[in-house]
Nanobody, 125 residues
Framework: VQLQASGGGLVQPGGSLRLSCSAS????????IGWFRQALGKEREGVSC????????YVGNSVEGRFITTTDNAKNTLYLQMNSLKPEDTAVYYC???????????????????WGQGTLVTVSS
C-alpha cells in the first residue's frame, strides 16, 4: 500500500492550489478516502473524508465551502482542490485511507489507518 501526495507549495492568501494523491498497490475505490493536515505545533485536523459505499462526505468546519475532494478512479488518484486559501491553512497535508460509518445525529465518522508522506502547503504573502 502506497500513497504519495504532491502539489504543495507557497501560495498567497486568497489563492488556490490543487493537491494530488496517487495510490499504488491497491484500489482507492475500495476504501474510505480523504485528507488530514497538521500544522507545526498543532494537533492533527481532519480535512475531508468520502465513504466507499454511498459517497457520504465529511468536510472540516474550517475548510467547508473552500476545499473540494474528488477522485479519478481511472487514474487511482485523489485530489484536494483548495480555494480562498488563508494563512491558517498552512500545514502538511496527508492523503489517507481507512473506513467510515454514518453515526446518527453526528454524521460521517472516518478512521484513517494508512497514509503517505505529506506535502507542505504554505499560505503567506
Amino acid at each position: 500500500v502506497q500513497l504519495q501526495a504532491s502539489g504543495g507549495g507557497l501560495v498567497q492568501p486568497g489563492g488556490s492550489l490543487r493537491l494530488s494523491c496517487s495510490a499504488s498497490g491497491f484500489t482507492l475505490a475500495d476504501y474510505a478516502i480523504g485528507w488530514f493536515r497538521q500544522a507545526l505545533g498543532k494537533e492533527r485536523e481532519g480535512v475531508s473524508c468520502v465513504s466507499r459505499g454511498d459517497g457520504s462526505t465529511y468536510v472540516g468546519n474550517s475548510v467547508e465551502g473552500r476545499f473540494i475532494t474528488t477522485t479519478d478512479n481511472a487514474k487511482n488518484t485523489l485530489y484536494l482542490q483548495m480555494n480562498s486559501l488563508k494563512p491558517e491553512d498552512t500545514a502538511v497535508y496527508y492523503c489517507a485511507i481507512g473506513s467510515a460509518a454514518v453515526v446518527p445525529g453526528v454524521g460521517l465518522k472516518c478512521q484513517f489507518d494508512s497514509w503517505g508522506q505529506g506535502t507542505l502547503v504554505t499560505v503567506s504573502s
